[in-house]
């Protein structure tokens, strides 16, 4: 079973009513002749990781930020996930960015005193100019900065591409994860957007049954039911059609390492042919390429 398991809604994706009918257990012989999958653009995303985090928070009574950072850390595999919480969740909780005050002396002593810390601190911890409590912002671990400091962290964070998707206190060796919610809060607008995507683009790439679309430009994402384990072909509302397992061209039935070694072989070959066309000429005789290295 899949680890990311979601509800099949039509507010969540775009769909066919022939791709609907396609998941009825009555139509087991379309599903044979066509791989059950849906194109899921950027608002069925949101909803779909929405949902993954909705199960673990239900299953395990934790808030929104502890349920990003346990999935986070498993990839997005909700029963990975809780199942590591259950086995032991002061190392769950310490791999995936959380304070664990329960469990860990230390770590519970700083937690009770950081709004104590809070409002005695008199100056940002990275550009240490002077600041008041109220403008003072902390993820819990006892480490306060200005705002103006944690815009230009979670900016620069953000240039970073992907791994955005698992900020954490500017404070260094602090291990300690940064919820998403204050990060859209200190973010500009354009730069929250940017935020968002890339933690869409993060949820996609980590997600078993989730691929996104080869179109240029193209920010939607196809899903399977089941993730197939042979190369099928998909295609995107945007026209694109490609082999879900490779992200390749359609080439059912041959399998994706052969299609590899194929696009090598021939590009390989065509680096040979463009340095012999570009050092070589034809041998005046038997018209062979040749190279000139001397000599008239």
Not at 51 to 64: H, N, R, T
Not at 160 to 166: A, F, K, N, Q, V
């Amino acid at each position: 079973m899949s680890s990311c398991e979601f509800a099949y809604s039509d507010d969540s994706a775009s769909v066919s009513d022939d791709d609907i009918d396609s998941f009825s257990p009555l139509s087991s012989a379309r599903l044979q002749s066509r791989p059950a999958y849906k194109v899921v653009d950027e608002r069925g995303l949101f909803t779909l990781r929405r949902e993954v985090m909705d199960k673990v928070k239900s299953i395990l009574g934790v808030s929104e930020n502890e349920a990003e950072g346990l999935l986070g850390h498993k990839k997005w595999d909700s029963d990975a996930a809780v199942t590591s919480f259950f086995e032991n969740e002061r190392a769950s909780r310490v791999a995936s960015g959380l304070i664990d005050p329960d469990n860990d002396p230390d770590r519970e002593k700083l937690a009770s005193t950081s709004s104590e810390r809070t409002s005695t601190i008199s100056s940002c911890g990275i550009c240490f100019e002077s600041l008041s409590p109220a403008k003072s912002k902390s993820v819990g671990c006892g480490h306060a900065f200005c705002q103006e400091c944690w815009q230009g962290y979670l900016s620069h964070k953000v240039d970073d591409g992907l791994m955005c998707s698992d900020i954490r206190c500017p404070h260094p060796k602090c291990p300690i994860r940064v919820p998403e919610a204050m990060t859209r809060r200190i973010l500009e607008p354009d730069a929250g957007a940017r935020f968002d995507s890339f933690l869409l683009k993060s949820f996609v790439e980590q997600c078993a049954t989730l691929k996104p679309c080869v179109g240029a430009d193209c920010n939607k994402a196809i899903m399977f039911e089941v993730a197939p384990t042979q190369p099928t072909n998909v295609e995107c509302d945007c026209g694109s059609k490609f082999c879900w397992l490779c992200l390749k061209q359609p080439h059912t039935p041959i399998a994706c390492d052969i299609v590899s070694k194929w696009i090598l072989k021939n590009t390989s070959e065509a680096e040979n042919a463009n340095w012999i066309l570009s050092h070589t000429r034809p041998c005046p005789k038997c018209r062979r390429p040749v190279e000139k290295n001397g000599g008239t």
